[in-house]
């Protein structure tokens, strides 16, 4: 039973920390040319999943996470959550509509700058100012999304999952109950 004891609580131990790092936001960004609303989900700094919709020069969902394409968008898709949250200078990168879109932040003395660049138009680096630097990200927003409440039943089957357990470990207490004996 000391053993069961020991296994359930390190499954428990493991899968709670591995829920806690998960984490979904709800995340909004406006510039000049494009708004972007959506959710990211994280694994500690990680982003690893991404999903809203762009507007404004474009209308489109966003297809999901992309890694480096060319030699003029990086990405490490990491996040900080240190208020405020901000983006890495390489940033995330993602698609929408059939074009990449790289949100990323610039060193401004004390503070960053953040652009929210697009191969829209072109994806000629040099010429297209939506490409390079980008466009300039006006306002935006991170906020955790709540974890579901359980459901009562959910709460019910926990308990008497517990109450089981209990159960077991009150019968095998009693004495006369049969008891495994190790080999001498």
Request: glycine share 12%; with cysteine; aromatic share 12%.
């Amino acid at each position: 039973m000391r053993l069961l004891s020991l296994i359930l609580g390190v499954a428990v131990a493991v899968g709670a920390t591995g829920i806690a790092n998960a984490t979904t936001y709800d995340f909004t960004i406006d510039s000049a040319n494009y708004d972007v609303a959506g959710q990211i989900t994280t694994n500690g700094s990680l982003i690893t999943s991404i999903s809203g919709n762009i507007t404004g020069l474009l209308n489109a969902p966003i297809g999901g996470l992309d890694g480096q394409y060319n030699i003029y968008y990086t990405s490490d898709n990491q996040i900080t959550f240190a208020p405020p949250p901000y983006v890495t200078n390489a940033g995330a990168l993602f698609d929408a509509g059939g074009y990449f879109f790289n949100v990323y932040s610039v060193a401004n003395g004390p503070t960053f700058d953040y652009y929210l660049s697009s191969t829209q138009f072109g994806a000629d680096y040099f010429t297209n100012p939506l490409f390079n630097p980008g466009d300039l990200i006006l306002n935006g927003s991170v906020t955790a999304v709540p974890s579901p409440t359980p459901l009562p039943s959910t709460w019910m089957m926990m308990i008497a999952g517990l109450l089981v357990f209990f159960m077991v470990g009150l019968r095998r207490s009693e004495p006369g109950s049969p008891r495994c004996v190790g080999a001498a």
